[in-house]
């Protein structure tokens, strides 16, 4: 079922775990996450990048797509459709379109122009019903043409923007977008803990979750991470599938070449990644 995130992460917030946020690029990752959480009994937030929204040909043809799966696959766990990392139109987009949640990134901007988007984002979003996650301090690496440096968040401007009521806050503790690199500091946990305390036990989002090592995983749930956003580690296990097919010449064995067959061992691939992270996640069993 359709709903917005609040409950799910103010749940895993209480129950010391998290809730997967996985990226959705056309119907067979949609598919496959939904088969998932359903299988594993747990809640699930696709979430949507606007570059992968403008792929799919728009927020209505998405939230049209979900709505339609989760009621013929008969999908009874929670879902949420996030928008992530929306623009202030991305976000109005999205609220239109039909999305149960949205994310306005306003972290680029100066902090009295954040809160003053986020203020008016949250109004409308709660009006009708939306769930909100906004952010602070920059998430290092390059999502849909925005590289940010990887700034740690300052938990006084944190505090600015939790408490004017959003659902969920994604702050940069040194997490990055896409593979992490040789040479990474890891997460910021010193860091972590200050926000924490700064924003009430409001739920904490950990974007760039794709290579964080499980025991970094388990620790940043533990300081109030709830949610833990995966993309990268979704791609990369789809893309590997798909070549070991290609490359195993699968694809001129009889119909091989058929797109349902040729996309099948990818599809399996994403499932197999999304089953790893909601057992380390601890949201298993957790609809």
């Not at 998932?36 to 949507?48: C, H, K």
């Not at 097919?245 to 119909?255: F, V």
């Amino acid at each position: 079922m359709l709903v917005s995130a609040t409950e799910m992460l103010n749940k895993a917030r209480d129950g010391h775990y998290a809730v997967g946020q996985f990226n959705i690029n056309n119907l067979e990752w949609t598919k496959a996450i939904l088969l998932t959480a359903q299988e594993l009994n747990s809640p699930v937030i696709l979430g949507v990048s606007e570059g992968a929204g403008k792929y799919m040909t728009g927020y209505k043809t998405v939230a049209a797509m979900v709505k339609a799966m989760i009621e013929t696959l008969n999908i009874t766990v929670p879902v949420a459709l996030h928008l992530d990392h929306g623009s202030y139109e991305g976000a109005k987009a999205c609220i239109e379109a039909g999305f149960s949640s949205i994310m306005f990134d306003g972290s680029h901007y100066a902090i009295d122009e954040n809160v003053a988007k986020t203020t008016e984002l949250v109004e409308l979003a709660h009006s009708k019903g939306l769930s909100i996650e906004a952010e602070v301090g920059s998430i290092g690496g390059e999502e849909d043409g925005v590289i940010g440096a990887g700034e740690i968040a300052d938990p006084a401007e944190c505090k600015k923007i939790a408490d004017l009521g959003v659902d969920f806050l994604a702050a940069g503790i040194g997490n990055i977008h896409g593979k992490y690199p040789a040479n990474w500091k890891g997460l910021d946990f010193e860091a972590l803990e200050k926000i924490h305390e700064a924003t009430n036990g409001i739920p904490l989002v950990l974007h760039g979750g794709t290579g964080i090592p499980a025991d970094m995983i388990k620790k940043a749930i533990s300081l109030g991470v709830s949610k833990i956003n995966v993309n990268t580690e979704c791609q990369l296990s789809f893309a590997d599938a798909t070549r070991k097919y290609i490359e195993a010449g699968k694809d001129l064995e009889g119909k091989g070449f058929d797109p349902r067959k040729l996309l099948a061992p990818g599809f399996e691939a994403i499932k197999a990644t999304v089953k790893e992270k909601m057992e380390l996640f601890g949201s298993v069993n957790k609809a």
